[in-house]
């Protein structure tokens, strides 16, 4: 089955009554060359990480854009199998149907096999509005925090609040032992 486009996931979320608005813009790739549309559109933006355990279980961890995360202690805070790596071009656009630079929660809509669990950053739920691609890298669009847990739950997929750890502080100029 073809991939869902934008337009099919515009029309997704207003059959499920879901507020939703979009900005275009020229095409992004990283959190750092985003920089720029951030300041023009509210709320807050996410940094999207495709990940897998041992296992051989996904995971797309959802996390506000500045967030630092601890990836090799990430997995101990979302239930995987020992230490993630990322998941390859290949399986994220076989299982999100999306390509890197596009990852996002609304991907789901893609995932009808359920093979992916999606992880959300407790600090990015804690704001009224949240940004994200809309499947393509050429647009950003946001929606509530209620209304993200909602669009999750009808694709089937049970969202997963969590906490990422953080990096170990290491003070300025002291390697570590």
């Known amino acids: 089955m073809p991939a869902a486009t934008p337009d099919d996931l515009f029309a997704y979320l207003d059959r499920l009554g879901i507020a939703h608005e979009t900005v275009r813009h020229e095409p ?91 992880c959300l950053d407790a600090a990015l739920m804690s704001h009224a509005r949240q940004n994200f691609h809309p499947l393509l890298n050429t647009m950003t669009t946001g929606i509530a925090p209620a209304d993200l847990l909602a669009f999750l739950r009808a694709t089937g997929h049970e969202p997963m609040v969590v906490r990422p750890p953080a990096p170990p502080f290491e003070p300025p100029g002291l390697a570590p032992i």
């Open 28 to 118: 992004v790739f990283t959190v750092a060359e985003s920089s720029h549309i951030k300041a023009g559109v509210p709320g807050a933006h996410s940094k999207n990480l495709f990940l897998k355990d041992r296992k051989g279980r996904l995971f797309l961890m959802v996390a506000e854009h500045a967030t630092a995360i601890d990836l090799k202690r990430l997995h101990e805070a979302i239930g995987a199998s020992g230490r993630l790596s990322f998941g390859s071009a290949e399986l994220l656009a076989e299982t999100l149907g999306v390509l890197p630079g596009s990852v996002t929660p609304f991907a789901a809509l893609n995932d009808s096999d359920r093979r992916v669990t999606i």
